[in-house]
């Protein structure tokens, strides 16, 4: 089903989401949390948000929290088979309640809890002794202490605590009664089981975690197009991934066409994801040689220099729209890759057809992402990100080559090496991030009638605008 346009609205060019505003519809949507916002692709996400394959974000405690949630993390194709089994592993273990807190011995430092204190949003180390918790250390406790002192000194020994099965509600309130921002949930020998916030127990009655048949955490791994393709897929499948990302910057050629038929001959039995294309002609090829999904976009990236450096690319509303259509016809799907940087632009992508919406360097500025948390001059928080077509991850892709094969291919390097990106004040965490963008799908929902994804791409109307339109949407702070 092609997109939907007011009368006269639809020009001759390519658009981007900026050129683009969804039409109120008349509605009997009363509610937002009567939006339904799972995904029909068979990934089995229940909200439509999968993270980006890149170094920057996509990491286990990113997976964890992500998949909590109900999206789904896809893994960096450069990670070595050895450590992608591990963190599937590792995500498969978690609890779709609990957070995994930051863990530490009394004998350790302020210092080394300072440094892993914001690995996780929750702001809190769990201080443990013979696998049983201790105490709790906040960076308020660490406040004009000694970097040298050892936690045992410090630990909040009088933390709140619940079994591991009590219910959220209860945890909100028991929180609420004792003032305090964590409670260690036990199990039923007394171990560490997680932890839980008041905004976490609030969670867990709005979102739906995206599990396996098993009931365990999902979580997707990529694959590229060189080496033996076939062997890797099996071994990530085998490690427990639940879909297969095929991932190269261009999809539409010979080689990703042959790779993707010898790991659909497998027949592995998980989601098979292609890209990346932006045209009809291209999704039509990677679905008729076995991909499931297709992954559209070239160039709309923030990490991204590909339209600048060659010219190649086209405007990402327009190629979700064309390639979801062609998708359509063949009874596959397509996730909308690159160029989100407002909760609308998710709401835009589905509208045109996506039934997936690729998130990365967005989610690079959250607690939950990889890098370590930096802070500037001015006091402000950031991690770095990178492009995984920069000249940073060409170089951790091909550590293992000759050192002139290494030199000549530095020198084609396509996508921005290092760039600060700035932890929201307001929304520090990847969850934060999430609660802002499915708010926004939601009410996107409600004012086109649409009491799922699928009915938004079919009752949505849009109309074209100028950058002068863009503009008076945005809101203004501090005045004019």
């Not at 060019?13 to 692709?41: C, G, H, K, M």
């Not at 099965?165 to 309130?173: A, C, L, N, V």
């Not at 791994?221 to 897929?233: E, F, H, L, T, Y």
């Not at 790779?259 to 294309?277: C, F, K, M």
Request: hydrophobic share 45%.
């Amino acid at each position: 089903m092609e997109v939907q346009f007011l009368p006269g609205h639809q020009p001759p060019y390519d658009l981007t989401y900026d050129d683009i505003f969804l039409v109120p519809n008349r509605t009997d949507v009363a509610s937002r949390f009567d939006v339904d916002l799972s995904t029909n692709d068979g990934t089995g996400t229940t909200i439509p948000i999968v993270v980006a394959n890149m170094t920057a974000v996509a990491g286990r405690r990113m997976a964890e929290t992500v998949a909590r949630r109900g999206g789904i993390v896809v893994l960096p194709q450069d990670l070595p088979l050895e450590a992608a089994a591990d963190t599937i592993s590792f995500v498969k273990s978690r609890s779709l309640v609990a957070d995994t807190p930051v863990v530490l011995g009394p004998d350790h430092s302020v210092s080394e809890a300072l440094a892993l204190i914001h690995k996780r949003a929750h702001g809190a180390v769990v201080v443990v002794e013979n696998d049983r918790p201790i105490g709790v250390v906040t960076e308020s406790s660490c406040a004009d202490v000694d970097r040298f002192a050892r936690l045992r000194t410090i630990a909040d020994a009088g933390f709140v605590s619940a079994p591991a099965d009590t219910s959220p509600r209860e945890i909100f309130e028991l929180l609420e009664s004792r003032h305090a921002p964590v409670a260690v949930l036990l199990a039923a020998d007394g171990t560490l089981a997680g932890v839980l916030t008041r905004t976490g127990a609030v969670r867990t009655g709005i979102y739906d975690p995206a599990v396996d048949a098993r009931g365990n955490l999902r979580i997707a791994a990529a694959v590229g197009i060189n080496g033996d393709v076939p062997a890797k897929a099996k071994a990530l499948v085998d490690a427990g991934a639940d879909v297969l990302v095929m991932d190269t910057a261009h999809g539409h050629q010979i080689k990703m066409l042959e790779a993707l038929r010898s790991i659909a001959d497998l027949r592995l039995g998980t989601p098979l994801v292609a890209g990346n294309v932006v045209s009809a002609a291209g999704t039509r090829d990677l679905v008729e040689a076995g991909a499931d999904i297709i992954k559209v976009g070239v160039g709309p990236g923030a990490m991204c220099t590909t339209r600048m450096m060659t010219g190649v690319g086209r405007p990402q509303f327009s190629a979700v729209a064309e390639c979801a259509a062609a998708a359509q016809d063949l009874g596959a799907h397509i996730w909308a890759d690159g160029g989100v940087r407002h909760p609308r632009d998710v709401a835009l992508a589905i509208a045109a057809g996506a039934s997936n919406v690729m998130i990365g360097s967005w989610f690079a500025g959250t607690y939950e992402s990889p890098g370590d948390l930096r802070v500037d001059r001015d006091g402000n928080a950031y991690k770095e990100s990178f492009g995984m077509a920069s000249k940073r991850a060409v170089a951790a892709r091909t550590a293992t080559d000759g050192a002139f094969d290494r030199a000549r291919k530095a020198l084609f390097e396509e996508g921005i090496s290092s760039s600060r990106m700035r932890l929201d004040p307001e929304r520090p965490g990847v969850e934060d991030l999430i609660d802002h963008i499915c708010s926004g799908v939601r009410s996107a929902c409600t004012y086109a009638g649409a009491r799922s994804l699928t009915e938004l791409h079919e009752k949505a109307v849009l109309g074209v605008q100028s950058t002068a339109g863009f503009n008076e949407g945005r809101p203004l702070p501090s005045g004019w």
